[in-house]
């Protein structure tokens, strides 16, 4: 007899990795669209919404549990009319249901659940369901015939409660404009981080610790602005202590999403696009404060592994990897001492299994089982320095000795089965990456962190834009897709500004001020500002909102604030800082409920309330005079100026974007800086020190 085919659910004809890792699902599970709510319609039925992603350890635990087993299929597929979605792919829909659940649930996560009517309209909320009911929590075996039960019988009071959620959500999220905020509100936020920081191990708040890196940035602003040591001690603190972690890949470098404790030692193994790109701009950031090689060389790591792990042929960046091999977590990452010693020999090893504090029976600790499984993931609890006191050896010789050990590590981790790779490309998240590498490329000068973004920005560009269809938010396998949200727009403009502020290419400056235009055309509210995340000829859902909390990722209302800035000082267009204004009102009533919830948002206030300078470096292109003053200015950390470079000559192409240059030339033959301050200008300078010292380094 012939093998038995295996049975596809309509998934099968799906771009993302996520929605066809459960296209051979017994559920029957339908994509987001009409054909899913007709048949909803037509069949009187609920709906059951799943939301998740593909690098989501607790998302593959429930299909696993549930959506891969024949009797919780049998029960969804009677009871629903069942629609997966990947949230990566519609940040959307996401968006909406995931704040739906944290009102109804007070909290929030994924995998995501929703159970609503045709009308997309929901009344249940969830999150992780087991298959079997256990402790306080119905599971799917109980939960769909109760759901199935309450639609027949209670059927319009569920509609009613449907109605009423729906409402109660659309009143709570509508809010009006509000009055500036001033400089106090950084100190609030400081003031907040500093409580919540944990002066042990670094980071905020207890267990599970996320790297939240915008609050990094948003620190070491904090500290140039107020010249307070603690908040860049809380930053340092912070970024050692990460390092040292095993949220840290001590071998391919790259940071794991999050610590299960508060030491930074169990990570979720997953490793997402995003986390890279903040992460990389907090330490180079670090790096521009302090010269710290630490900084440098975890930056360095981070950019690397994306550039050798996440970087498509065609030059676009991939989503992430996931924590999971062949359904068990984290097993890429962990080593038993005998795989150790077998690889670097008795002598070698014994100091490896020291500095990375390896254990015979195991250092892991796997959280759903609760117990060491003689396997160890690595971190580091002492410098190399103290290391090398307490051996009696060189620093230089244990860092050379751990160095090599590494390489050798790595080299046969590759030969192991790889976590898998979510391929697509989303427009957002390379917006973020390509920011990274333009810092990169400014702070450490090496030349292939600026091809890496600019490859990144000019395939995006080709592939994922048209003027006549505006921007997409996703790419795989030869198809673009999704209409652009607020921050796949903001995101890529914040990319485009730091690519020219990198390379000087006009075509990039050229392309945020167009994507800007069209962001304020399609996404912003007239009536009480900010931006909503989707546009005024989007895909209709039961409400339209805005995003202003700094989360895991910055909102893109944040992010745009200071693209409006800076858009504003390039171009000499007060316009667009009026609009930067009209976002501050926006936010303000929520910025003063909390303001460490919002410090991406912050930093760019600090950027509005200065001060802040417009550097116009005017010379030849690849003179030396010239490249040795933008290393210098790339060296130090002044995070509130925009950077033009405007080459010799009686008419370049700048002018006709910022025409303030059309006299800015060089003096004399020399490279010239043109410095103005809060909206005064210096006389111009051709000495590197005067130049420095008029940006107060």
Same mark, same amino acid.
């Given at each position: 007899?012939? !093998?038995?085919?295996?049975?596809? *659910? ?19 599970? $339908?994509?987001?669209? !009409? ?53 990566? %792919? ?61 639609? !027949? ?141 630490? $900084? ?21 960046? $991939? ?13 890429? $990452? ?7 010693? *077998? ?7 014994? =100091? ?14 796997? %959280? ?61 998240? *390379? ?18 962190? =600026? ?108 992010? %745009? ?43 760019? =206030? ?76 210096? =006389?111009?300078?051709? %000495?590197?020190?005067?130049?420095? !010292?008029?940006?107060?380094?």
């Amino acid at each position: 007899m012939g !093998k038995e085919q295996r049975r596809s *659910n309509r998934l099968i004809n799906e771009k993302s990795p996520y929605l066809l890792q459960h296209a051979h699902n017994p559920v029957d599970w $339908y994509p987001w669209g !009409k054909e899913a709510f007709e048949k909803a319609r037509k069949e009187n039925k609920p709906i059951f919404l799943s939301i998740g992603y593909s690098t989501c350890h607790w998302c593959h635990v429930m299909a696993h549990e549930s959506f891969e087993d024949k009797e919780v299929a049998e029960l969804m597929n009677l009871a629903f009319v069942c629609i997966k979605v990947d949230r990566e %792919e519609r940040p959307d829909i996401d968006n909406i249901y995931m704040t739906v659940c944290q009102i109804i649930l007070g909290r929030g996560g994924w995998p995501l659940n929703i159970i609503m009517t045709p009308n997309k309209k929901p009344f249940f909320a969830g999150t992780y369901i087991p298959k079997n009911s256990r402790f306080s929590q119905t599971g799917m075996l109980e939960l769909v015939p109760r759901i199935t039960e309450i639609w !027949k019988r209670q059927h319009e009071d569920v509609l009613d409660s449907a109605e009423n959620i729906t409402s109660t959500i659309q009143n709570m999220i509508s809010e009006s404009a509000g009055d500036e905020i001033g400089e106090t509100i950084m100190e609030e936020a400081y003031e907040e981080l500093l409580n919540s920081f944990d002066s042990e191990y670094g980071g905020f708040e207890r267990a599970p610790k996320f790297p939240t890196p915008h609050k990094i940035s948003f620190l070491l602003r904090y500290w140039k602005r107020s010249g307070n040591p603690e908040a860049l001690h809380i930053a340092e603190s912070t970024l050692e202590n990460m390092y040292r972690g095993g949220i840290h890949d001590h071998l391919g470098s790259g940071f794991h999403r999050y610590s299960t404790d508060n030491m930074w030692i169990v990570p979720h193994f997953e490793k997402m696009l995003y986390d890279q790109a903040l992460i990389a701009v907090a330490y180079t950031e670090a790096y521009q404060v302090t010269g710290k090689e630490l $900084y440098k060389e975890t930056a360095e790591g981070i950019l690397d592994y994306v550039l050798r792990d996440l970087t498509s042929p065609e030059g676009g960046f $991939y989503c992430g990897e996931d924590a999971d091999v062949e359904g068990e977590e984290g097993t890429y $990452y962990l080593w038993t001492l005998e795989e150790i010693r *077998n690889i670097l020999g008795p002598e070698e090893s014994g =100091l490896f299994i020291k500095a990375f504090n390896l254990k015979e029976g195991g250092n892991f600790e796997e %959280e759903i089982r609760g117990k060491q499984i003689g396997t160890n993931l690595l971190y580091i609890t002492q410098s190399p320095g103290a290391l090398a006191a307490e051996l009696k050896i060189p620093t230089e010789e244990i860092e050379s000795r751990i160095k090599i050990a590494k390489q050798k590590l790595l080299e046969a981790r590759t030969k192991r089965t790889r976590p898998s790779r979510d391929d697509k490309v989303l427009t957002d998240w *390379n917006g973020l990456m390509i920011s990274a590498f333009a810092k990169g490329f400014q702070a450490f000068g090496e030349e292939k962190y =600026l091809k890496a973004a600019q490859k990144a920005a000019d395939f995006i560009l080709k592939t994922l834009y048209n003027p006549e269809k505006r921007l997409l938010h996703r790419y795989r396998e030869g198809s673009a897709g999704i209409s652009g949200t607020a921050d796949d727009y903001a995101f890529l403009i914040h990319g485009l500004l730091e690519l020219y502020e990198a390379g000087f290419e006009l075509r990039y400056l050229k392309a945020a001020i167009c994507l800007n235009r069209e962001l304020l055309e399609h996404f912003w509210d007239p009536v009480h500002g900010g931006l909503f995340f989707t546009a005024d000829d989007s895909e209709s859902l039961i409400f339209r909102k805005k995003e202003f909390t700094d989360a895991a990722i910055p909102s893109g209302n944040s992010i %745009e604030m200071l693209n409006l800035l800076r858009l504003s000082r390039i171009t000499a267009n007060p316009e667009l800082e009026e609009t930067a204004e009209g976002l501050e009102r926006a936010s303000s009533k929520l910025i003063r409920k909390i303001p460490s919830g919002y410090t991406q948002f912050l930093s760019a =206030l600090d950027f509005g309330l200065g001060p802040a300078y417009e550097v116009i470096i005017s010379g030849k292109p690849d003179s030396p005079d010239t490249e040795h003053m933008l290393e210098e200015l790339w060296t130090y950390f002044i995070p509130n100026k925009v950077l033009v470079f405007r080459p010799e000559g009686s008419d370049p192409e700048i002018t006709s974007l910022a025409a303030y240059t059309k006299m800015q030339v060089p003096i004399k033959g020399k490279a010239t800086a043109y410095v103005c301050r809060n909206y005064e200008c210096q =006389l111009p300078t051709t %000495e590197i020190n005067e130049m420095l !010292k008029l940006l107060n380094v």
